[in-house]
Protein backbone atom coordinates (compact mmCIF):
# COMPACT_ATOMS: atom_id res chain seq x y z
CA UNK A 1 0.00 0.00 0.00
CA UNK A 2 1.40 3.14 -0.72
CA UNK A 3 -0.99 6.34 -0.26
CA UNK A 4 1.27 8.92 -2.17
CA UNK A 5 -0.90 10.94 -4.72
CA UNK A 6 -0.51 10.01 -8.58
CA UNK A 7 0.81 12.90 -10.60
CA UNK A 8 -1.39 13.87 -13.92
CA UNK A 9 0.36 16.74 -16.08
CA UNK A 10 -0.82 18.45 -19.42
CA UNK A 11 0.12 21.26 -21.26
CA UNK A 12 -3.61 22.60 -20.15
CA UNK A 13 -7.03 21.16 -19.76
CA UNK A 14 -6.52 18.41 -21.99
CA UNK A 15 -5.35 16.08 -19.70
CA UNK A 16 -8.64 16.19 -17.25
CA UNK A 17 -10.17 13.54 -19.75
CA UNK A 18 -7.47 11.10 -18.71
CA UNK A 19 -7.71 12.58 -15.16
CA UNK A 20 -11.25 11.74 -15.23
CA UNK A 21 -10.54 7.88 -16.51
CA UNK A 22 -8.32 7.81 -13.84
CA UNK A 23 -10.68 9.03 -11.27
CA UNK A 24 -13.11 6.32 -12.38
CA UNK A 25 -10.49 3.44 -12.25
CA UNK A 26 -8.93 4.44 -9.22
CA UNK A 27 -11.69 6.66 -6.99
CA UNK A 28 -9.24 5.41 -3.95
CA UNK A 29 -6.54 7.30 -5.22
CA UNK A 30 -5.00 10.87 -4.26
CA UNK A 31 -4.56 12.56 -7.59
CA UNK A 32 -2.14 15.75 -8.21
CA UNK A 33 -3.34 17.54 -11.49
CA UNK A 34 -1.54 20.02 -13.29
CA UNK A 35 -2.14 21.75 -15.95
CA UNK A 36 0.53 24.22 -18.06
CA UNK A 37 -2.14 27.10 -18.74
CA UNK A 38 0.67 29.97 -18.95
CA UNK A 39 2.75 28.14 -21.89
CA UNK A 40 -0.08 25.99 -23.89
CA UNK A 41 0.46 25.27 -26.70
CA UNK A 42 3.04 22.80 -26.46
CA UNK A 43 2.42 21.20 -29.82
CA UNK A 44 3.78 24.03 -31.79
CA UNK A 45 6.84 24.32 -29.94
CA UNK A 46 10.36 22.61 -30.23
CA UNK A 47 10.99 18.72 -28.59
CA UNK A 48 13.62 20.69 -26.70
CA UNK A 49 11.19 23.29 -25.19
CA UNK A 50 8.59 20.91 -24.14
CA UNK A 51 10.98 18.89 -22.72
CA UNK A 52 12.51 21.61 -20.68
CA UNK A 53 8.72 22.46 -19.51
CA UNK A 54 8.05 18.83 -19.12
CA UNK A 55 11.12 18.56 -16.51
CA UNK A 56 9.82 21.56 -14.33
CA UNK A 57 6.41 20.16 -14.21
CA UNK A 58 8.27 16.64 -13.08
CA UNK A 59 9.85 18.74 -10.46
CA UNK A 60 7.27 20.32 -9.11
CA UNK A 61 5.32 17.25 -8.97
CA UNK A 62 7.81 15.15 -7.18
CA UNK A 63 7.95 17.99 -5.09
CA UNK A 64 4.59 17.52 -3.85
CA UNK A 65 5.34 13.56 -3.10
CA UNK A 66 4.10 11.64 -6.15
CA UNK A 67 4.61 8.14 -5.93
CA UNK A 68 3.85 7.73 -10.02
CA UNK A 69 3.34 10.21 -12.53
CA UNK A 70 0.51 9.69 -16.24
CA UNK A 71 2.17 12.12 -19.01
CA UNK A 72 -1.57 12.90 -19.88
CA UNK A 73 -0.54 14.80 -23.00
CA UNK A 74 0.31 12.94 -26.49
CA UNK A 75 3.14 15.85 -27.24
CA UNK A 76 5.05 15.54 -24.63
CA UNK A 77 4.04 11.31 -24.50
CA UNK A 78 5.49 11.66 -28.09
CA UNK A 79 8.60 13.38 -28.05
CA UNK A 80 10.05 13.84 -24.23
CA UNK A 81 8.94 10.44 -22.57
CA UNK A 82 12.28 8.31 -23.17
CA UNK A 83 14.21 11.89 -21.84
CA UNK A 84 11.88 11.99 -18.70
CA UNK A 85 12.12 8.13 -18.13
CA UNK A 86 15.88 8.12 -18.10
CA UNK A 87 16.31 11.52 -15.71
CA UNK A 88 13.60 10.70 -13.06
CA UNK A 89 13.08 7.54 -10.75
CA UNK A 90 9.49 6.90 -10.77
CA UNK A 91 7.18 5.10 -12.67
CA UNK A 92 6.02 7.33 -15.88
CA UNK A 93 3.37 6.00 -17.69
CA UNK A 94 2.16 7.96 -21.28
CA UNK A 95 -0.72 7.61 -23.35
CA UNK A 96 0.61 6.68 -26.77
CA UNK A 97 1.06 3.01 -26.45
CA UNK A 98 -2.68 2.61 -24.96
CA UNK A 99 -3.68 4.27 -27.75
CA UNK A 100 -1.95 1.97 -30.46
CA UNK A 101 -3.10 -1.28 -28.83
CA UNK A 102 -6.89 -0.23 -28.62
CA UNK A 103 -6.72 0.91 -32.01
CA UNK A 104 -5.32 -2.39 -33.10
CA UNK A 105 -7.52 -4.25 -31.26
CA UNK A 106 -10.39 -1.94 -33.04
CA UNK A 107 -8.93 -1.76 -36.05
CA UNK A 108 -10.84 -4.92 -38.83
CA UNK A 109 -9.59 -3.34 -42.20
CA UNK A 110 -6.36 -1.63 -41.09
CA UNK A 111 -7.16 1.37 -42.47
CA UNK A 112 -6.65 4.05 -39.56
CA UNK A 113 -6.12 7.71 -38.72
CA UNK A 114 -4.75 9.46 -36.13
CA UNK A 115 -4.93 13.10 -35.37
CA UNK A 116 -2.59 15.09 -33.09
CA UNK A 117 -0.87 18.48 -32.46
CA UNK A 118 2.37 18.80 -35.24
CA UNK A 119 4.77 18.19 -32.63
CA UNK A 120 2.82 14.63 -31.94
CA UNK A 121 2.30 14.27 -35.62
CA UNK A 122 6.13 15.18 -37.11
CA UNK A 123 7.11 12.78 -34.23
CA UNK A 124 5.42 10.04 -35.97
CA UNK A 125 4.89 8.43 -32.51
CA UNK A 126 1.74 6.47 -33.46
CA UNK A 127 2.44 5.85 -36.95
CA UNK A 128 5.86 4.07 -36.52
CA UNK A 129 4.39 1.89 -33.19
CA UNK A 130 1.04 1.12 -35.55
CA UNK A 131 3.50 -0.14 -38.54
CA UNK A 132 5.95 -2.01 -36.10
CA UNK A 133 3.33 -4.24 -34.32
CA UNK A 134 1.04 -4.67 -37.46
CA UNK A 135 3.24 -3.99 -40.89
CA UNK A 136 0.69 -4.03 -43.59
CA UNK A 137 -1.36 -1.22 -41.74
CA UNK A 138 -2.31 1.88 -43.20
CA UNK A 139 -2.10 4.72 -41.25
CA UNK A 140 -3.12 8.19 -42.35
CA UNK A 141 -1.80 10.96 -39.83
CA UNK A 142 -3.09 14.51 -39.78
CA UNK A 143 -2.36 17.59 -37.82
CA UNK A 144 -5.39 19.54 -36.22
CA UNK A 145 -3.85 22.14 -33.95
CA UNK A 146 -6.84 24.17 -33.73
CA UNK A 147 -9.03 22.01 -31.72
CA UNK A 148 -6.36 23.02 -29.27
CA UNK A 149 -7.81 26.68 -28.72
CA UNK A 150 -11.21 25.29 -29.33
CA UNK A 151 -11.21 23.22 -26.36
CA UNK A 152 -9.59 25.34 -24.52
CA UNK A 153 -11.94 27.99 -25.07
CA UNK A 154 -15.17 25.49 -24.65
CA UNK A 155 -16.26 25.72 -28.57
CA UNK A 156 -16.36 22.05 -29.02
CA UNK A 157 -19.94 21.60 -30.54
CA UNK A 158 -21.04 24.78 -32.03
CA UNK A 159 -20.80 26.43 -35.99
CA UNK A 160 -16.85 27.30 -35.59
CA UNK A 161 -16.08 23.56 -33.89
CA UNK A 162 -18.08 22.12 -36.84
CA UNK A 163 -16.35 24.11 -39.56
CA UNK A 164 -12.82 23.67 -38.11
CA UNK A 165 -13.87 19.60 -38.22
CA UNK A 166 -15.01 20.04 -41.64
CA UNK A 167 -11.69 21.80 -42.60
CA UNK A 168 -9.52 19.49 -40.96
CA UNK A 169 -10.85 16.07 -41.79
CA UNK A 170 -12.43 16.60 -45.04
CA UNK A 171 -9.70 14.44 -46.42
CA UNK A 172 -9.21 12.12 -44.00
CA UNK A 173 -12.87 11.41 -44.21
CA UNK A 174 -12.57 10.10 -48.04
CA UNK A 175 -9.98 7.72 -46.52
CA UNK A 176 -12.28 5.23 -45.94
CA UNK A 177 -10.22 4.64 -42.42
CA UNK A 178 -12.70 2.54 -39.79
CA UNK A 179 -10.33 3.58 -36.74
CA UNK A 180 -9.68 7.14 -35.62
CA UNK A 181 -7.24 7.77 -32.91
CA UNK A 182 -7.83 11.11 -30.89
CA UNK A 183 -3.70 11.90 -30.34
CA UNK A 184 -4.29 14.47 -28.08
CA UNK A 185 -5.80 14.70 -24.89
CA UNK A 186 -7.73 17.94 -25.50
CA UNK A 187 -9.44 16.38 -28.85
CA UNK A 188 -11.91 14.19 -27.03
CA UNK A 189 -13.74 17.26 -25.76
CA UNK A 190 -14.51 17.55 -29.27
CA UNK A 191 -15.04 14.23 -29.51
CA UNK A 192 -19.15 14.37 -30.10
CA UNK A 193 -18.33 16.89 -33.45
CA UNK A 194 -15.89 14.89 -34.80
CA UNK A 195 -17.68 11.43 -34.69
CA UNK A 196 -20.30 13.37 -36.40
CA UNK A 197 -18.74 14.26 -38.84
CA UNK A 198 -16.42 10.80 -39.66
CA UNK A 199 -19.97 8.98 -39.44
CA UNK A 200 -20.92 5.56 -37.92
CA UNK A 201 -18.38 3.10 -39.74
CA UNK A 202 -15.89 5.15 -37.72
CA UNK A 203 -14.57 3.98 -34.32
CA UNK A 204 -12.70 6.33 -32.10
CA UNK A 205 -10.02 5.77 -30.14
CA UNK A 206 -9.77 8.30 -26.84
CA UNK A 207 -6.18 6.68 -25.18
CA UNK A 208 -7.48 7.92 -21.51
CA UNK A 209 -9.71 4.44 -20.22
CA UNK A 210 -7.09 2.19 -21.51
CA UNK A 211 -3.88 4.86 -20.11
CA UNK A 212 -5.76 4.98 -17.03
CA UNK A 213 -6.13 1.19 -16.74
CA UNK A 214 -2.51 0.93 -17.36
CA UNK A 215 -1.79 3.17 -14.22
CA UNK A 216 -4.23 1.09 -12.37
CA UNK A 217 -2.42 -2.43 -13.44
CA UNK A 218 0.76 -0.73 -12.31
CA UNK A 219 -0.24 0.13 -8.71
CA UNK A 220 -1.63 -3.04 -8.36
CA UNK A 221 1.22 -5.04 -9.55
CA UNK A 222 3.86 -3.10 -7.62
CA UNK A 223 1.98 -3.31 -4.23
CA UNK A 224 1.43 1.03 -4.44
CA UNK A 225 -2.33 0.94 -4.77
CA UNK A 226 -3.78 3.65 -2.01
CA UNK A 227 -6.23 2.97 0.51
CA UNK A 228 -10.14 3.88 1.73
CA UNK A 229 -8.50 7.29 3.37
CA UNK A 230 -7.24 8.08 -0.27
CA UNK A 231 -9.22 10.40 -3.04
CA UNK A 232 -8.57 13.33 -2.72
CA UNK A 233 -8.12 15.72 -5.99
CA UNK A 234 -5.84 18.48 -5.86
CA UNK A 235 -5.30 20.78 -9.09
CA UNK A 236 -2.96 23.67 -10.05
CA UNK A 237 -2.25 25.71 -13.08
CA UNK A 238 0.02 28.29 -14.04
CA UNK A 239 -2.62 30.26 -15.58
CA UNK A 240 -6.16 31.18 -15.59
CA UNK A 241 -7.70 29.37 -12.81
CA UNK A 242 -10.86 30.80 -13.44
CA UNK A 243 -11.21 29.02 -16.65
CA UNK A 244 -9.40 26.44 -15.86
CA UNK A 245 -12.66 25.64 -12.85
CA UNK A 246 -15.10 26.32 -15.87
CA UNK A 247 -13.71 23.27 -17.75
CA UNK A 248 -12.76 21.13 -15.01
CA UNK A 249 -16.64 21.69 -13.66
CA UNK A 250 -17.84 21.06 -17.33
CA UNK A 251 -15.92 18.31 -18.33
CA UNK A 252 -15.77 16.43 -14.79
CA UNK A 253 -18.17 17.85 -13.17
CA UNK A 254 -16.29 18.66 -10.62
CA UNK A 255 -15.56 21.89 -8.62
CA UNK A 256 -11.94 22.02 -8.03
CA UNK A 257 -11.07 24.98 -7.34
CA UNK A 258 -7.70 24.90 -9.32
CA UNK A 259 -4.22 26.91 -7.57
CA UNK A 260 -1.81 28.74 -9.57
CA UNK A 261 1.63 28.35 -9.16
CA UNK A 262 4.85 29.98 -10.95
CA UNK A 263 6.12 26.87 -12.82
CA UNK A 264 8.99 28.45 -13.94
CA UNK A 265 10.97 28.55 -10.63
CA UNK A 266 10.61 24.66 -10.51
N1 LIG B 1 -3.11 18.15 -24.92
C1 LIG B 1 -1.83 18.06 -25.51
C2 LIG B 1 -1.62 16.78 -26.29
O1 LIG B 1 -2.17 15.80 -25.97
C3 LIG B 1 -1.29 19.18 -26.28
C4 LIG B 1 -2.01 20.39 -26.64
C5 LIG B 1 -1.00 21.48 -26.88
O2 LIG B 1 -0.49 21.98 -25.88
O3 LIG B 1 -0.68 21.80 -28.04
O4 LIG B 1 -0.87 16.72 -27.23
Not at 126 to 131: D, M
Amino acid sequence: MDTRPIGIFDSGVGGLTVAGQVIKALPHEDIIYFGDTARIPYGTKSTETVTQFSRQIMHFLLENNVKAVIIACNTVSSNCYETLKKEFDIPIIEVVIPGVETCLSLTKTNRVGVIGTEATIRSRSYENRLKEARPGIEVFPKACPLFVSLAEEGFTENEIAKLTVKTYLGELKEKNIDTLILGCTHYPLLKKTISEFMGEGVGIVDPAKETAHKMKDYLEAHGLTGDDTCGKRTFFCSDNTEKFDMICKRSLGIDCRARKINIEKY
